[in-house]
Protein backbone atom coordinates (compact mmCIF):
# COMPACT_ATOMS: atom_id res chain seq x y z
CA UNK A 1 0.00 0.00 0.00
CA UNK A 2 2.72 2.68 1.39
CA UNK A 3 4.33 1.99 -2.38
CA UNK A 4 1.34 2.38 -4.34
CA UNK A 5 0.73 5.48 -2.39
CA UNK A 6 3.67 6.92 -3.50
CA UNK A 7 3.61 6.67 -7.16
CA UNK A 8 0.12 8.40 -7.03
CA UNK A 9 1.50 11.42 -4.81
CA UNK A 10 4.04 11.34 -7.35
CA UNK A 11 2.18 11.11 -10.28
CA UNK A 12 -0.62 13.72 -8.94
CA UNK A 13 1.97 16.06 -8.09
CA UNK A 14 4.11 15.42 -11.36
CA UNK A 15 1.96 15.55 -13.44
CA UNK A 16 -0.30 18.73 -12.11
CA UNK A 17 2.58 20.27 -12.92
CA UNK A 18 2.83 19.23 -16.41
CA UNK A 19 -0.92 19.79 -17.04
CA UNK A 20 -0.68 23.19 -15.59
CA UNK A 21 1.91 23.84 -18.56
CA UNK A 22 0.46 22.63 -21.04
CA UNK A 23 -3.50 23.39 -20.24
CA UNK A 24 -1.78 26.95 -20.65
CA UNK A 25 -0.22 26.21 -24.49
CA UNK A 26 -3.21 24.14 -25.32
CA UNK A 27 -5.46 26.74 -24.11
CA UNK A 28 -3.75 29.27 -26.47
CA UNK A 29 -3.91 27.30 -28.98
CA UNK A 30 -7.57 27.11 -28.87
CA UNK A 31 -8.52 30.37 -27.82
CA UNK A 32 -6.35 31.79 -31.01
CA UNK A 33 -8.08 29.33 -33.51
CA UNK A 34 -12.11 30.23 -32.47
CA UNK A 35 -12.30 26.16 -31.35
CA UNK A 36 -14.82 27.36 -28.80
CA UNK A 37 -16.42 23.80 -29.25
CA UNK A 38 -13.31 21.79 -27.87
CA UNK A 39 -13.28 24.51 -25.47
CA UNK A 40 -16.75 23.82 -24.44
CA UNK A 41 -15.90 19.43 -24.78
CA UNK A 42 -12.72 20.21 -22.24
CA UNK A 43 -14.75 22.08 -19.75
CA UNK A 44 -17.31 19.25 -19.74
CA UNK A 45 -14.83 16.45 -19.71
CA UNK A 46 -12.67 18.17 -16.90
CA UNK A 47 -16.25 18.64 -15.03
CA UNK A 48 -17.50 14.91 -15.27
CA UNK A 49 -13.83 13.39 -14.96
CA UNK A 50 -12.89 15.22 -11.63
CA UNK A 51 -15.02 17.73 -10.25
CA UNK A 52 -18.01 16.12 -10.18
CA UNK A 53 -16.65 12.83 -8.67
CA UNK A 54 -15.58 14.62 -5.86
CA UNK A 55 -18.38 16.91 -5.56
CA UNK A 56 -20.02 13.54 -5.10
CA UNK A 57 -18.01 12.67 -2.05
CA UNK A 58 -18.59 15.94 -0.47
CA UNK A 59 -21.83 15.73 1.18
CA UNK A 60 -21.59 12.67 2.59
CA UNK A 61 -17.90 13.03 3.66
CA UNK A 62 -18.85 16.53 5.64
CA UNK A 63 -20.90 14.69 7.27
CA UNK A 64 -19.20 11.57 8.26
CA UNK A 65 -15.92 13.68 9.07
CA UNK A 66 -17.64 16.27 11.18
CA UNK A 67 -19.53 13.80 13.50
CA UNK A 68 -16.67 11.26 13.70
CA UNK A 69 -14.34 14.14 14.99
CA UNK A 70 -16.60 15.49 17.33
CA UNK A 71 -17.34 11.93 18.91
CA UNK A 72 -13.61 11.15 19.55
CA UNK A 73 -13.15 14.81 21.23
CA UNK A 74 -14.47 12.35 24.60
CA UNK A 75 -15.25 15.86 26.47
CA UNK A 76 -17.65 18.20 24.33
CA UNK A 77 -16.37 20.66 26.40
CA UNK A 78 -13.69 20.57 24.56
CA UNK A 79 -15.44 21.62 21.26
CA UNK A 80 -16.19 24.46 22.82
CA UNK A 81 -12.31 25.90 23.06
CA UNK A 82 -11.70 24.27 19.66
CA UNK A 83 -14.46 25.71 18.16
CA UNK A 84 -13.74 29.80 19.24
CA UNK A 85 -9.98 29.27 18.54
CA UNK A 86 -10.38 28.06 14.87
CA UNK A 87 -13.66 30.85 14.57
CA UNK A 88 -10.89 33.31 15.88
CA UNK A 89 -7.95 32.33 13.44
CA UNK A 90 -10.46 32.23 10.23
CA UNK A 91 -11.65 35.84 10.94
CA UNK A 92 -8.10 37.12 11.93
CA UNK A 93 -6.27 35.38 8.97
CA UNK A 94 -9.36 36.87 6.78
CA UNK A 95 -8.51 40.52 8.38
CA UNK A 96 -5.23 40.39 7.62
CA UNK A 97 -5.77 39.09 3.79
CA UNK A 98 -8.28 41.60 2.81
CA UNK A 99 -5.96 44.73 4.66
CA UNK A 100 -3.20 43.41 2.43
CA UNK A 101 -5.23 43.38 -0.87
CA UNK A 102 -6.64 46.51 -0.12
CA UNK A 103 -2.85 47.84 0.75
CA UNK A 104 -1.22 46.43 -2.49
CA UNK A 105 -4.06 47.73 -5.02
CA UNK A 106 -3.86 51.35 -3.26
CA UNK A 107 -0.28 51.12 -4.31
CA UNK A 108 0.00 49.93 -7.44
CA UNK A 109 -2.64 51.42 -8.81
CA UNK A 110 -3.51 49.21 -11.51
CA UNK A 111 -6.66 51.57 -12.15
CA UNK A 112 -4.63 54.83 -12.54
CA UNK A 113 -2.50 54.45 -15.33
CA UNK A 114 -4.43 52.88 -18.04
CA UNK A 115 -5.10 54.98 -21.17
CA UNK A 116 -8.86 56.82 -21.46
CA UNK A 117 -9.36 54.46 -25.05
CA UNK A 118 -8.68 51.21 -22.28
CA UNK A 119 -10.89 52.01 -19.73
CA UNK A 120 -13.52 53.46 -22.07
CA UNK A 121 -13.06 49.82 -23.81
CA UNK A 122 -13.73 48.07 -20.22
CA UNK A 123 -16.74 49.94 -19.34
CA UNK A 124 -18.35 49.29 -22.28
CA UNK A 125 -16.88 45.52 -22.53
CA UNK A 126 -17.89 44.82 -18.61
CA UNK A 127 -21.71 46.23 -19.48
CA UNK A 128 -21.60 44.03 -22.20
CA UNK A 129 -20.75 41.10 -20.12
CA UNK A 130 -23.17 42.22 -17.17
CA UNK A 131 -25.90 42.78 -19.24
CA UNK A 132 -26.06 39.32 -20.78
CA UNK A 133 -24.83 36.85 -18.15
CA UNK A 134 -27.46 35.22 -16.26
CA UNK A 135 -25.37 34.38 -13.29
CA UNK A 136 -24.71 38.05 -12.77
CA UNK A 137 -27.39 39.32 -13.11
CA UNK A 138 -28.70 36.99 -9.78
CA UNK A 139 -26.03 38.39 -8.02
CA UNK A 140 -26.77 41.53 -8.03
CA UNK A 141 -30.08 41.04 -6.74
CA UNK A 142 -29.21 38.67 -4.08
CA UNK A 143 -26.03 41.49 -3.30
CA UNK A 144 -27.94 44.13 -3.21
CA UNK A 145 -30.10 42.85 0.19
CA UNK A 146 -26.47 43.84 1.88
CA UNK A 147 -24.51 42.06 3.88
CA UNK A 148 -27.51 42.07 6.87
CA UNK A 149 -29.27 40.01 4.29
CA UNK A 150 -26.38 37.82 3.92
CA UNK A 151 -25.40 36.92 7.28
CA UNK A 152 -29.51 36.70 8.05
CA UNK A 153 -29.29 33.40 4.94
CA UNK A 154 -26.30 32.09 6.98
CA UNK A 155 -28.19 32.03 10.11
CA UNK A 156 -30.89 30.02 8.30
CA UNK A 157 -29.03 27.60 6.68
CA UNK A 158 -27.24 26.71 9.69
CA UNK A 159 -30.49 25.69 11.48
CA UNK A 160 -32.68 23.95 8.54
CA UNK A 161 -36.11 22.83 9.64
CA UNK A 162 -35.38 19.72 7.76
CA UNK A 163 -31.27 18.38 7.90
CA UNK A 164 -32.10 16.08 5.19
CA UNK A 165 -33.72 18.24 2.68
CA UNK A 166 -30.26 20.69 3.40
CA UNK A 167 -27.98 17.93 2.46
CA UNK A 168 -30.11 17.27 -0.85
CA UNK A 169 -29.61 20.81 -1.48
CA UNK A 170 -26.35 20.78 -0.87
CA UNK A 171 -25.93 23.28 2.23
CA UNK A 172 -23.50 22.41 3.79
CA UNK A 173 -23.58 24.60 6.86
CA UNK A 174 -26.87 23.14 7.76
CA UNK A 175 -25.35 19.34 7.47
CA UNK A 176 -22.41 20.92 9.24
CA UNK A 177 -24.87 22.01 12.42
CA UNK A 178 -26.78 18.51 12.19
CA UNK A 179 -23.63 16.73 12.54
CA UNK A 180 -22.64 18.74 15.40
CA UNK A 181 -25.68 18.12 17.32
CA UNK A 182 -25.39 14.66 16.39
CA UNK A 183 -21.98 14.09 16.95
CA UNK A 184 -21.91 15.76 20.92
CA UNK A 185 -25.21 13.42 21.51
CA UNK A 186 -23.33 10.35 20.47
CA UNK A 187 -20.51 11.57 22.41
CA UNK A 188 -22.91 11.93 25.56
CA UNK A 189 -24.62 8.74 25.04
CA UNK A 190 -21.32 6.36 26.40
CA UNK A 191 -21.75 2.75 26.15
CA UNK A 192 -25.32 2.84 24.61
CA UNK A 193 -24.23 5.03 21.32
CA UNK A 194 -20.03 3.62 21.09
CA UNK A 195 -21.44 1.35 18.08
CA UNK A 196 -22.93 4.71 15.79
CA UNK A 197 -19.76 6.43 16.87
CA UNK A 198 -17.96 3.29 14.94
CA UNK A 199 -20.01 3.02 12.30
CA UNK A 200 -19.67 6.62 11.11
CA UNK A 201 -15.67 6.35 11.81
CA UNK A 202 -15.80 3.06 9.44
CA UNK A 203 -18.05 5.19 6.87
CA UNK A 204 -15.63 8.61 6.56
CA UNK A 205 -12.43 5.70 6.30
CA UNK A 206 -14.47 4.36 3.54
CA UNK A 207 -15.05 7.61 2.07
CA UNK A 208 -11.61 8.66 2.16
CA UNK A 209 -10.37 5.25 0.42
CA UNK A 210 -12.65 6.09 -2.40
CA UNK A 211 -10.97 10.06 -2.64
CA UNK A 212 -7.48 8.19 -3.18
CA UNK A 213 -9.49 6.22 -6.59
CA UNK A 214 -9.78 9.56 -7.79
CA UNK A 215 -7.23 11.61 -7.51
CA UNK A 216 -5.28 8.90 -9.71
CA UNK A 217 -6.83 11.49 -12.42
CA UNK A 218 -6.72 14.73 -11.17
CA UNK A 219 -3.43 15.60 -13.74
CA UNK A 220 -6.06 14.77 -16.93
CA UNK A 221 -8.86 16.68 -15.05
CA UNK A 222 -6.45 19.57 -14.14
CA UNK A 223 -5.03 19.82 -17.91
CA UNK A 224 -8.45 20.15 -19.47
CA UNK A 225 -10.03 22.55 -16.86
CA UNK A 226 -7.58 24.59 -17.45
CA UNK A 227 -7.26 24.27 -20.91
CA UNK A 228 -10.71 25.07 -21.00
CA UNK A 229 -10.50 28.83 -18.67
CA UNK A 230 -7.21 29.52 -21.13
CA UNK A 231 -9.15 28.43 -23.84
CA UNK A 232 -12.34 31.59 -23.44
CA UNK A 233 -10.39 34.38 -22.98
CA UNK A 234 -6.39 33.79 -24.05
CA UNK A 235 -3.12 34.29 -22.55
CA UNK A 236 -3.29 38.47 -24.28
CA UNK A 237 -5.56 38.94 -21.47
CA UNK A 238 -2.83 38.62 -19.14
CA UNK A 239 -0.67 41.27 -21.14
CA UNK A 240 -3.70 43.72 -21.42
CA UNK A 241 -5.32 45.97 -19.84
CA UNK A 242 -6.29 43.79 -17.03
CA UNK A 243 -3.03 42.55 -16.41
CA UNK A 244 -1.30 45.08 -14.16
CA UNK A 245 -4.95 44.04 -12.13
CA UNK A 246 -4.20 40.35 -11.97
CA UNK A 247 -0.62 40.70 -11.22
CA UNK A 248 -1.78 42.95 -7.74
CA UNK A 249 -4.52 39.88 -7.29
CA UNK A 250 -1.99 36.90 -7.72
CA UNK A 251 1.21 38.57 -6.17
CA UNK A 252 -1.20 39.57 -2.85
CA UNK A 253 -2.12 35.71 -2.84
CA UNK A 254 1.55 34.71 -3.29
CA UNK A 255 2.63 37.05 -0.01
CA UNK A 256 -0.63 35.56 1.77
CA UNK A 257 -0.14 32.11 0.43
CA UNK A 258 4.00 32.10 1.16
CA UNK A 259 4.61 34.73 3.84
CA UNK A 260 1.36 35.36 6.09
CA UNK A 261 0.36 32.30 6.98
CA UNK A 262 3.35 30.60 7.35
CA UNK A 263 4.12 33.30 10.09
CA UNK A 264 0.69 32.37 11.94
CA UNK A 265 1.56 28.77 11.41
CA UNK A 266 4.78 29.67 13.14
CA UNK A 267 3.63 32.02 15.37
CA UNK A 268 1.36 29.62 16.96
CA UNK A 269 2.85 26.58 16.99
CA UNK A 270 1.99 24.64 14.00
CA UNK A 271 5.96 23.38 13.38
CA UNK A 272 7.67 24.10 10.04
CA UNK A 273 5.17 25.41 7.27
CA UNK A 274 7.06 25.10 4.12
CA UNK A 275 7.38 21.22 4.61
CA UNK A 276 3.82 20.78 5.63
CA UNK A 277 2.96 23.25 2.10
CA UNK A 278 4.84 20.20 0.68
CA UNK A 279 3.44 17.29 1.96
CA UNK A 280 0.05 19.08 1.48
CA UNK A 281 0.74 19.54 -2.44
CA UNK A 282 -1.73 17.14 -3.46
CA UNK A 283 -5.00 18.92 -1.95
CA UNK A 284 -2.87 22.52 -3.33
CA UNK A 285 -2.80 20.77 -6.97
CA UNK A 286 -6.46 19.70 -6.73
CA UNK A 287 -7.50 23.23 -5.41
CA UNK A 288 -6.08 24.84 -8.14
CA UNK A 289 -7.69 22.35 -10.88
CA UNK A 290 -11.34 22.70 -9.49
CA UNK A 291 -11.33 26.15 -8.20
CA UNK A 292 -13.47 24.61 -5.67
CA UNK A 293 -12.77 24.45 -1.89
CA UNK A 294 -15.76 22.19 -1.60
CA UNK A 295 -14.67 19.96 -4.51
CA UNK A 296 -11.16 19.59 -3.06
CA UNK A 297 -12.22 19.13 0.77
CA UNK A 298 -12.21 15.21 0.50
CA UNK A 299 -8.24 15.44 -0.16
CA UNK A 300 -7.87 18.24 2.28
CA UNK A 301 -9.09 15.55 4.49
CA UNK A 302 -7.38 12.58 3.40
CA UNK A 303 -3.73 14.39 3.08
CA UNK A 304 -3.94 16.29 6.30
CA UNK A 305 -4.59 13.28 8.50
CA UNK A 306 -1.75 11.58 6.45
CA UNK A 307 0.87 13.07 5.05
CA UNK A 308 0.39 16.45 6.81
CA UNK A 309 0.26 14.50 10.29
CA UNK A 310 -2.54 16.53 11.69
CA UNK A 311 -4.98 15.18 14.11
CA UNK A 312 -8.22 13.89 13.18
CA UNK A 313 -9.61 15.69 15.60
CA UNK A 314 -8.45 18.93 14.41
CA UNK A 315 -8.81 18.09 10.75
CA UNK A 316 -12.87 16.51 11.29
CA UNK A 317 -13.58 20.11 12.58
CA UNK A 318 -11.76 22.74 10.65
CA UNK A 319 -11.52 21.46 7.10
CA UNK A 320 -15.12 20.78 6.54
CA UNK A 321 -16.39 24.39 8.29
CA UNK A 322 -13.22 26.20 6.56
CA UNK A 323 -14.30 24.93 3.29
CA UNK A 324 -17.64 26.98 3.49
CA UNK A 325 -16.66 29.66 6.17
CA UNK A 326 -12.54 30.41 5.89
CA UNK A 327 -12.06 32.50 2.73
CA UNK A 328 -8.82 34.45 2.90
CA UNK A 329 -8.12 34.02 -0.75
CA UNK A 330 -11.70 35.50 -1.56
CA UNK A 331 -11.36 38.16 0.83
CA UNK A 332 -7.83 39.59 -0.05
CA UNK A 333 -9.26 39.20 -4.16
CA UNK A 334 -12.39 40.95 -3.31
CA UNK A 335 -10.82 43.80 -1.88
CA UNK A 336 -8.33 44.45 -4.93
CA UNK A 337 -11.46 43.98 -7.43
CA UNK A 338 -13.54 46.74 -5.88
CA UNK A 339 -10.52 48.97 -5.28
CA UNK A 340 -9.33 48.72 -8.56
CA UNK A 341 -12.66 49.43 -10.04
CA UNK A 342 -12.89 52.60 -8.23
CA UNK A 343 -9.80 53.26 -9.59
CA UNK A 344 -11.02 52.87 -13.47
CA UNK A 345 -14.07 55.38 -12.47
CA UNK A 346 -11.97 58.24 -11.41
CA UNK A 347 -12.41 57.59 -7.68
CA UNK A 348 -9.65 58.00 -5.07
CA UNK A 349 -10.47 55.75 -1.99
CA UNK A 350 -9.48 57.55 1.34
CA UNK A 351 -8.36 55.40 4.44
CA UNK A 352 -11.87 55.24 5.97
CA UNK A 353 -13.39 54.25 2.91
CA UNK A 354 -10.22 51.64 2.29
CA UNK A 355 -11.58 50.26 6.10
CA UNK A 356 -15.07 49.99 4.49
CA UNK A 357 -13.94 48.12 2.06
CA UNK A 358 -11.52 45.67 4.15
CA UNK A 359 -14.48 45.05 6.64
CA UNK A 360 -17.29 44.77 4.43
CA UNK A 361 -14.74 42.40 2.67
CA UNK A 362 -13.99 40.36 5.62
CA UNK A 363 -17.39 39.51 6.66
CA UNK A 364 -18.96 38.96 3.46
CA UNK A 365 -16.14 36.75 2.83
CA UNK A 366 -17.80 34.49 5.37
CA UNK A 367 -21.28 35.20 4.10
CA UNK A 368 -20.19 34.10 0.76
CA UNK A 369 -20.63 30.31 1.56
CA UNK A 370 -24.50 30.17 2.35
CA UNK A 371 -25.29 32.96 -1.19
CA UNK A 372 -25.46 31.62 -4.87
CA UNK A 373 -23.29 32.86 -6.80
CA UNK A 374 -20.58 33.51 -3.84
CA UNK A 375 -17.89 35.76 -5.18
CA UNK A 376 -19.90 37.94 -7.52
CA UNK A 377 -22.73 38.51 -4.27
CA UNK A 378 -20.09 39.49 -2.18
CA UNK A 379 -18.62 41.95 -4.94
CA UNK A 380 -22.02 43.31 -4.87
CA UNK A 381 -21.68 43.82 -1.14
CA UNK A 382 -18.42 45.30 -0.85
CA UNK A 383 -19.19 47.46 -4.05
CA UNK A 384 -22.86 48.60 -2.51
CA UNK A 385 -21.06 49.45 0.85
CA UNK A 386 -18.21 51.81 -0.32
CA UNK A 387 -20.96 53.51 -2.66
CA UNK A 388 -23.21 54.15 0.49
CA UNK A 389 -20.33 55.68 2.46
CA UNK A 390 -19.39 57.96 -0.52
CA UNK A 391 -22.70 59.05 -0.64
CA UNK A 392 -23.54 58.07 -3.91
CA UNK A 393 -23.33 55.20 -6.48
CA UNK A 394 -19.71 55.94 -8.04
CA UNK A 395 -19.24 52.52 -9.40
CA UNK A 396 -22.26 50.57 -10.91
CA UNK A 397 -23.05 47.21 -10.40
CA UNK A 398 -22.60 46.37 -13.67
CA UNK A 399 -19.12 46.90 -13.93
CA UNK A 400 -18.09 43.76 -12.10
CA UNK A 401 -18.52 42.75 -15.76
CA UNK A 402 -14.63 44.01 -16.17
CA UNK A 403 -13.31 41.57 -14.13
CA UNK A 404 -15.46 38.89 -15.06
CA UNK A 405 -13.56 37.74 -18.02
CA UNK A 406 -10.50 36.97 -16.25
CA UNK A 407 -12.24 35.72 -13.23
CA UNK A 408 -11.67 32.03 -13.69
CA UNK A 409 -8.08 32.02 -13.76
CA UNK A 410 -7.53 34.16 -10.53
CA UNK A 411 -10.21 31.73 -9.19
CA UNK A 412 -8.23 29.02 -9.09
CA UNK A 413 -4.90 30.66 -7.64
CA UNK A 414 -7.44 32.09 -4.57
CA UNK A 415 -8.76 28.75 -4.43
CA UNK A 416 -5.55 27.65 -3.75
CA UNK A 417 -5.03 30.29 -1.07
CA UNK A 418 -8.39 29.47 0.50
CA UNK A 419 -7.51 25.50 1.06
CA UNK A 420 -3.88 26.38 2.63
CA UNK A 421 -5.98 28.33 4.68
CA UNK A 422 -7.88 25.58 5.59
CA UNK A 423 -5.35 23.20 6.00
CA UNK A 424 -3.24 25.54 8.34
CA UNK A 425 -6.20 26.16 10.76
CA UNK A 426 -5.98 22.16 10.95
CA UNK A 427 -2.42 22.01 11.81
CA UNK A 428 -2.41 25.00 14.42
CA UNK A 429 -5.75 23.19 16.32
CA UNK A 430 -4.05 19.79 16.29
CA UNK A 431 -2.35 21.23 18.89
CA UNK A 432 -5.67 21.81 20.88
CA UNK A 433 -7.33 18.78 20.07
CA UNK A 434 -4.73 16.18 19.56
CA UNK A 435 -5.55 12.21 18.99
Same mark, same amino acid.
Given at each position: ??????????????????????????????????????????????????????????????????????????????????????????????????????????????????????????????????????????????????????????????????????????????????????????????????????????????????????????????????? @?? +????? %??????? !? *????? /? $???????????????????????????????????????????????????????????????????????????????????????? @?? +????? %??????? !? *????? /? $??????????????????????????????????????????????????????????????????????????????
Amino acid at each position: MAGTLGRKERWVATGSIVALVAGLLVGEVLHRNGLDGVVSAFSVAGDLMLVRPLMMLVLPLIFTSVLAGITSLGDPSRLGRLGLATFAYFLATMLVAATLGATLVSLAGPGLGLSPEDVSALKQSGVERFGAAPKLAQAAAAGGEGLAYAWLKIARDMLPANPFSAMSEGQPLGMITFALVLGVAIALGGAATESAARVFGALNDALLRAVGWVMWIVPVGAFLLVS @AS +VGRVG %LAQLLGP !L *GMYMA /V $VIGGLAIHMFVILPAFQLVLGGGNPFRFMWSMREALATAFATASSSATLPVTIRVCETEGGCSQRATRFCAPLGSTLNMDGTALYEAV @AV +VFLFQ %LYGVQLS !L *GELAV /V $VATATLAAVGAAGIPSAGLVTMVIVITAVNASLGSEKVPVGAMGIVIGVDRLLDMCRTTVNVWGDMGAARVMTRLAPD
